[in-house]
């Protein structure tokens, strides 16, 4: 098959390319959202890594960044409605 | 090994909606459609990816253990990912940001109008009974 390498490198052209939008995005909220592709992409790319190294402890690191990605990804949007 | 080859076909498959996703991120016109088009597909790339990587484990490891961690993690992005997506999207509208001049469909304005309407003809017709 096509092998692991190439698998990690298009994942990182994708991160790039969200990283794009986050320096060009108009508004704020462009910025916010290209942040929130970017960190479910590097959760996929943690688990990739937890294979490539062959290391089961990386998945425990990728469980604990979806949750802090996800908790200020709520604290963001909560502070641009208005409510903190 | 069988579980290999189904392995990497998931990953494959998350690795190709990863990046229609970000490519999509950078194609669409206003932070709506952006949205649409980014968060689905990045859900969608997300599970193939790290249930391939549970089964790809099987073979290339040697270990059944990965499969319950990864199942834990891909449940997770699938019931967070959807609720993060509606909570941005929803500040961006109500802090005001215009739609595409292309967009002709706007429910959520539609709806905020007639919940107006109907507590003015309640006010209305309270004010009638008394």
Redesign the interface.
């Known amino acids: 098959?096509?092998g692991?390498n190439i698998?990690l490198a298009?994942?990182a052209?994708?991160?790039l390319?969200?990283m794009?939008?986050v320096f060009?995005g108009p508004?704020t909220?462009?910025r916010?959202?290209?942040v929130?592709?970017m960190t479910?992409?590097t959760?996929?790319l943690m688990?990739?890594f937890?294979?490539y190294y062959?290391r089961?402890i990386f998945?425990?690191v990728?469980?604990v960044y979806?949750?802090l990605a996800?908790l200020g990804?709520?604290a963001?949007?909560?502070y641009?409605?208005?409510g903190i | 090994m069988i579980s290999e080859i189904i392995g990497e076909f998931l990953v494959l498959f998350g690795t190709i909606f990863y990046f229609l996703s970000s490519l999509g991120l950078i194609r669409m016109p206003d932070v709506y459609n952006r949205m649409q088009t980014a968060t689905k597909s990045a859900t969608l790339g997300s599970l193939g990816v790290i249930i391939g990587v549970g089964i790809w484990a099987i073979g290339h490891v040697g270990s059944y253990a990965w499969l319950p961690k990864t199942f834990v993690i891909a449940v997770f992005l699938l019931l967070t990912n959807p609720i993060s997506a509606h909570a941005l999207i929803r500040a961006a509208y109500k802090s005001g940001i215009p739609l595409w001049e292309g967009s002709i469909v706007d429910k959520y304005r539609e709806y905020l109008e007639k919940e107006e309407g109907k507590e003015e003809v309640s006010d209305e017709t309270k004010e009638g009974e008394q």
Do not use: P
Request: aromatic share 8%.
């Open positions: 098959m096509i692991i698998y298009v994942i052209i994708a991160t390319l969200s794009y939008r060009r508004t909220v462009d916010l959202v290209a929130d592709i479910t992409i959760t996929g688990v990739l937890a294979l062959k089961a998945l425990d990728a469980l979806a949750v996800f990804v709520i963001f949007a909560r641009l409605e208005g």
